[in-house]
């Protein structure tokens, strides 16, 4: 698409822009062929200069998104939810490079002829009886050229045919029969031999070039072919190829025959949400009086056919998603006048860049969601790790501590096992003992070892197997009195490393490995060990005991190694075992145990503590750049988007009176715009890019929060790129009376007072349950119905509360100390709230003293900060003036909850309401 020059670009502020809205720009009643060429230039125009608008939002949004990609503050799944699908991309590439084409069907070859040649208001194309019924026509592509000239074309290809098929020197102002008729005699024999040279022959389409005003560069004339041996999806392929079509379909017979039904029946499976233009034309040259019956019967065809609804077509909603069957409308007695079609036409380019536009637009919907998304993660990976990991090495120190407790305590508990094993087993291991085979020693026929080393083994043997069976039992019950802790501490240890690990699973992978490091331990120091494998440290303790007893043994006598010798030194063992020392040094080792495992854990814990601050410190980094630079950003993108569809569906509103002003814009009355009655235009110019990214923002959060009757409602925006020195935001909202200050100036009485201050915190608490902080209530920003009743305004601060970044914003007599400490949560709505009370207290709109002595704002502040605040009036009561001064506490977290204000003006209104009664 090339750029095209803006005309009429002479604006009344607010009463014209051009290209101009659809609506202020119909088509005149009656369309002469040179309005017609203007009209249609006109559109085109519009098209071009929307397009570029949409071309730049694009480009600036894939420059956004691949900077988003690249600085990884979204994980790469998530980039991959905001960008442009391959059919959305398909669909801005051929905007972009595509011309338009009119691409003109018909029931029969005369009903196209003569409708091009009505539209071109040439005779351009012959007409019955030059060209019959039976000829097969070629497929007809007409471009405006400044050379007429003529080819025919294969498609697909840029190749002509052949070049005796080229028309030089095209001197005709109607295109000769034999150019446009397969063959030129227009008989085609159905036993006819086709080769494929024939084929392309007959396929090759009839491109036109010569002068044409209708036409540009930007808009073609595509004419189907009659009598074709191809199907419907080769010709749709064909007639559509290179171009973005508008289909017209011209009926110029009573009704459509079955043949036409199966057709527009198959048009319809393969390109089910494409738009049809039904122009109805009669047979005759002469008579433009079109039969009532026939184009009942027509219009019942197409609604069966589903082209057309007995409801009516839905042309005029303009949602680009929603029943794109429905779109396509018919004409009637087509030839009179062009003023309908050339309503449809801009409809339906309209509808192509709202669909354009659209697409940007939920892409820059899903990236600010996606970032609040994570701006709500990261900030809760802040605040929670630091507290997940010290309660982690907290609940470790408690485990460890009683552990060590237990194992001291547990020492005559330990001794007690053992004893009690060794008495339950003392048999039973003796007599297991007889049967045990000794494996590795040869025996002489007398049943004695050979070599003295021999007796040893044996013995050891028998020893160790009664110890590993000792073994078992101990660990066993030793397991059991332990299990309670385990339970209580190991559980919960493990559940809260598990969290880190999944907090540190963004991170690298030397992270993932310190956590499960951490959980190996706890496992090996409070588990695994506690269940005394028979390789375990203990088992080694009972031998090397068990070593020291049987120092002493003799071996001279020379024994016969049976079950008798087998039972006689189980039963040495289980005689000679000191259930005091060896409960004792069961203690010392589990309690070495116990404490190396614990200095490990918390020398991994410091460990992944270092990595864990690293990691947080990149979050706040990434959480910053969401906060500062990409939201901003995409919120600036998208208020673009959303304005230029809104400036495409309704035009740029028509602009009031003045009704008041702002730091930042003008707002004017604006009678109706989008099929509302009584809005205002909020007109600000930002100034530089941190005021554009305010608007931004402010847009971004008022359109995304839900109706609610006592906030404001936003009804759209438009830029007014008129200027393009000057690109005034105009937000469109619904209008109120006046603001508070206005009401309060006339004086109120008390109960519509309390009711305007319990309309503000109704408002205030429903912003602070979607997450978002207003940062800048006063007198001003409370808007008033014709009842008296509150909707707050102007969310130009309004954030949610994860994506502030501490900035110092506000109107000075309503900020809250602690904003200038950059670190401030909804509770500095509760302080503005306080200052807002005092006035509707007050009844008035005088400044307090205590802040009116104040000759600056930064003497103001400081005051502020000492715990300075407005002054107790003679008429406040007791309770009214006990919600102001809690409401503005020093301290944010003894500020009452806004629920508890809500119920004590409540009451305060009740009680006004008895006494009055
Ligand atoms: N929707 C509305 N209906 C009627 N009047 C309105 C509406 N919105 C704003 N106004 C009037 O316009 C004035 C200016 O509004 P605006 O939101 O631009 O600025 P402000 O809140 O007064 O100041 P600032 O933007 O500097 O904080 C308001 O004080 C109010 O009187």
Not at 36 to 42: K, V
Not at 68 to 90: G, P, W, Y
């Amino acid at each position: 698409m090339t750029e095209k020059p803006r005309s009429g670009t002479t604006r009344n502020h607010g009463e014209k822009l051009l290209p101009s809205s659809p609506r202020a720009n119909s088509p005149s009643p009656s369309t002469t062929s040179s309005t017609l060429t203007q009209q249609f230039a006109d559109i085109i125009r519009r098209y071009n200069y929307y397009s570029e608008h949409i071309r730049r939002i694009l480009k600036d949004t894939d420059k956004s998104y691949c900077e988003i990609n690249d600085t990884r503050v979204l994980s790469s799944e998530k980039v991959s939810r905001m960008h442009l699908s391959k059919a959305d991309r398909d669909f801005f590439d051929a905007l972009e490079t595509r011309p338009l084409a009119l691409i003109i069907c018909s029931q029969t070859y005369n009903g196209k002829s003569r409708f091009v040649n009505e539209l071109l208001n040439e005779s351009l194309l012959p007409e019955a009886p030059v060209i019959d019924q039976y000829d097969v026509v070629r497929m007809v592509r007409i471009k405006n050229h400044p050379i007429q000239g003529a080819s025919l074309n294969i498609s697909g290809s840029f190749e002509i045919i052949n070049p005796d098929n080229m028309y030089k020197n095209v001197s005709w102002t109607t295109v000769p029969r034999d150019d446009l008729v397969v063959n030129g005699t227009g008989d085609l024999h159905p036993l006819a031999e086709h080769d494929d040279e024939n084929d392309q022959q007959e396929t090759a389409s009839l491109e036109i070039r010569k002068p044409l005003k209708l036409l540009n560069d930007d808009l073609q004339i595509v004419i189907t072919p009659s009598n074709q041996r191809l199907n419907m999806k080769q010709i749709y392929t064909q007639i559509t190829e290179n171009v973005v079509p508008i289909f017209i379909y011209v009926i110029e017979q009573d009704t459509l025959s079955s043949n036409d039904i199966e057709e527009l029946r198959f048009f319809r499976s393969i390109v089910p949400n494409e738009p049809i233009l039904f122009i109805r034309i009669d047979q005759s040259t002469n008579s433009m009086n079109v039969g009532e019956t026939s184009c009942v019967q027509i219009f019942r065809q197409l609604c069966d056919l589903g082209f057309l609804s007995i409801l009516g077509n839905t042309t005029g909603d303009m949602s680009p998603d929603t029943a794109p069957l429905f779109q396509s409308d018919i004409i009637d007695n087509g030839l009179a006048n062009f003023t309908h079609f050339l309503t449809y036409i801009r409809k339906h380019i309209d509808r192509l860049i709202i669909r354009a536009v659209s697409i940007l637009q939920r892409s820059h919907e899903i990236c600010l969601d996606l970032f609040n998304d994570s701006a709500f993660d990261m900030a809760r990976d802040i605040l929670i790790t630091p507290k997940r990991l010290s309660y982690t090495r907290e609940r470790e120190k408690n485990l460890y501590e009683s552990l060590i407790a237990l194992t001291n305590s547990k020492q005559n508990e330990i001794q007690k096992l053992i004893l009690q094993a060794i008495s339950e087993m003392h048999e039973t291991l003796a007599d297991q003992a007889c049967s045990v085979d000794i494996p590795g020693i040869e025996l002489t026929d007398q049943l004695t070892v050979k070599h003295a080393r021999d007796l040893k083994k044996c013995t050891t043997y028998i020893q160790e197997f009664i110890l590993i069976k000792l073994n078992e039992t101990i660990a066993n019950k030793l397991l059991d009195s332990i299990n309670v802790l385990h339970d209580n501490y190991v559980g919960t240890l493990t559940r809260c490393l598990f969290s880190l690990e999944n907090n540190a699973s963004d991170a690298d992978e030397s992270e993932l490995s310190t956590s499960k490091a951490l959980q190996e331990i706890l496992h090996s120091a409070y588990e695994v060990n506690i269940t005394l494998p028979a390789d375990s440290n203990l088992f080694q303790i009972l031998i090397d005991k068990m070593k020291e007893l049987f120092r002493t043994f003799s071996w001279s006598q020379c024994p016969r190694i049976d079950p008798e010798f087998k039972r006689s030194v189980a039963l040495d063992i289980l005689n000679n075992l000191s259930e005091v020392k060896l409960a004792k040094t069961v203690c010392t080792q589990l309690n070495d145990r116990i404490r190396m495992s614990h200095e490990n854990f918390e020398t991994l814990l410091k460990q992944l503590e270092h990595r864990h601050s690293d990691r947080l410190k990149t979050t706040e980094d990434k959480q910053q750049r969401v906060r500062k630079e990409y939201t901003p950003k995409i919120a600036r993108l998208l208020l673009e988007s959303t304005s230029l569809k809104d400036l495409i569906q309704y035009g740029l509103p028509k602009q009031g009176r003045e009704v008041g002003r702002g730091q930042y814009g003008i707002v004017y009355e604006c009678k109706s715009w989008a099929n509302h009655l009584s809005c205002v235009i909020k007109s600000v110019m930002p100034p530089d890019d941190r005021h554009w990214n305010d608007l931004a923002l402010e847009f971004h959060y008022l359109r995304r929060i839900p109706e609610h009757p006592r906030i404001v409602k936003l009804i759209g925006s438009v830029i007014d790129y008129t200027n393009p020195d000057q690109t005034p935001v105009l937000l469109i909202m619904e209008r109120l009376k006046r603001d508070l200050y206005a009401a309060l100036k006339t004086r109120l009485d008390f109960s519509t007072r309390m009711r305007i201050a319990l309309d503000v915190v109704e408002g205030l608490r429903y912003l602070h349950g979607l997450g978002l902080v207003h940062r800048d209530i006063k007198l001003k920003n409370v808007l008033l119905d014709d009842a008296n009743r509150v909707r707050i305004t102007d969310l130009g601060f309004c954030k949610p509360e994860v994506m502030m970044s501490g900035s110092l914003v506000g109107t000075p007599i309503h900020m809250a100390p602690e904003l200038f400490t950059s670190k401030y949560d909804h509770t500095v709505d509760v302080y503005a709230f306080g200052i807002l009370f005092w006035y509707i207290c007050s009844n008035g709109v005088k400044l307090p003293t205590n802040f009116d002595v104040c000759s600056s704002k930064d003497i103001l502040w400081s005051a502020v900060k000492k715990g300075v605040r407005p002054e107790r009036l003679m008429d406040f009561s007791d309770e009214c003036w006990e919600i102001m001064t809690k409401c503005w506490d020093t301290q944010p977290s003894q500020r009452p909850y806004l629920g508890e204000v809500q119920e004590k003006i409540e009451q305060i209104l009740n009680n006004s309401r008895k006494t009055t009664n």
